[in-house]
C-alpha cells in the first residue's frame, strides 16, 4: 500500500481507550495519559499501551487493530499492517490509526511487561470500563532513571504533581 491510502487523522484518545477495553484486551497504560490520568498537567499525543502477551490477547488486539486501520509510523510512505509477529515481540510496535497514535509496548524500562507491571498499578474507571494505570509512584521512579530529556523535563512536573496529591491526602485526613 503506499501513501495515497492513509486515511486523514482524527485525534482521540479516549475512543481508542474505549474500543480496546469494548474488544476486551488485556493492558496496562503506560506514558502521558496515564500521568494524566492520575492528575498530572501534561501534554501527550500517542496511548502508550503494555499488552498481556498471551495468544487469546493478542488475538483481540489484533482484531481490534484491524477495525480502527491500524498501520505502523515509518519515516516512508510504506503503510505496513501489524501483525501477530510484531504483538509477540519484545519490542514497540508504533501504530497509526483512525483515532490517532498507539504504542503497544511489549516491555518498558527494565524489561517489565504486563505481569511485572501489573502490581505497581491503580485501577481507574473510564466510561463504564475498569483500567489498569501504571501508578504515577512508578511513572515517576521510571523518569528519575531515564536519560531522555523529555522525560527528565516532565520528571519536574510529575515529582510536583505527586506532591500536591500527598499534601491534600495528608490535609483530607
Known amino acids: 500500500?503506499?501513501?495515497?491510502?492513509?486515511?486523514?487523522?482524527?485525534?482521540?484518545?479516549?475512543?481508542?481507550?474505549?474500543?480496546?477495553?469494548?474488544?476486551?484486551?488485556?493492558?496496562?497504560?503506560?506514558?502521558?495519559?496515564?500521568?494524566?490520568?492520575?492528575?498530572?498537567?501534561?501534554?501527550?499525543?500517542?496511548?502508550?499501551?503494555?499488552?498481556?502477551?498471551?495468544?487469546?490477547?493478542i488475538g483481540k488486539l489484533?482484531?481490534?487493530?484491524?477495525?480502527?486501520?491500524?498501520?505502523?509510523?515509518?519515516?516512508?510512505?510504506?503503510?505496513?499492517?501489524?501483525?501477530?509477529?510484531?504483538?509477540?515481540?519484545?519490542g514497540h510496535v508504533l501504530l497509526t490509526t483512525r483515532f490517532g497514535p498507539l504504542d503497544v509496548l511489549a516491555v518498558i524500562e527494565k524489561g517489565r511487561g504486563f505481569e511485572e507491571l501489573l502490581p505497581d498499578t491503580v485501577e481507574i474507571e473510564f466510561q463504564g470500563f475498569k483500567v489498569y494505570v501504571l501508578s504515577l509512584e512508578t511513572i515517576v521512579a521510571l523518569k528519575r532513571e531515564s536519560k531522555d530529556p523529555k522525560d527528565q523535563y516532565r520528571l519536574q512536573i510529575l515529582e510536583e504533581t505527586l506532591r500536591q496529591i500527598s499534601k491534600k491526602n495528608k490535609d483530607d485526613e
Do not use: C, W
Not at 477495553?21 to 503506560?30: D, H, I, K, R, T
Open 62 to 90: 489484533m482484531k481490534f487493530l484491524k477495525s480502527i486501520g491500524a498501520y505502523q509510523r515509518r519515516p516512508d510512505d510504506k503503510v505496513i499492517e501489524p501483525d501477530e509477529r510484531d504483538l509477540k515481540g519484545k
Open 1 to 57: 500500500m503506499d501513501s495515497k491510502n492513509k486515511r486523514p487523522q482524527v485525534f482521540d484518545l479516549s475512543t481508542l481507550l474505549k474500543g480496546l477495553n469494548e474488544a476486551g484486551v488485556e493492558f496496562v497504560l503506560v506514558g502521558g495519559v496515564a500521568a494524566v490520568a492520575q492528575g498530572a498537567p501534561v501534554t501527550t499525543f500517542d496511548l502508550d499501551i503494555v499488552h498481556r502477551q498471551t495468544d487469546e490477547n
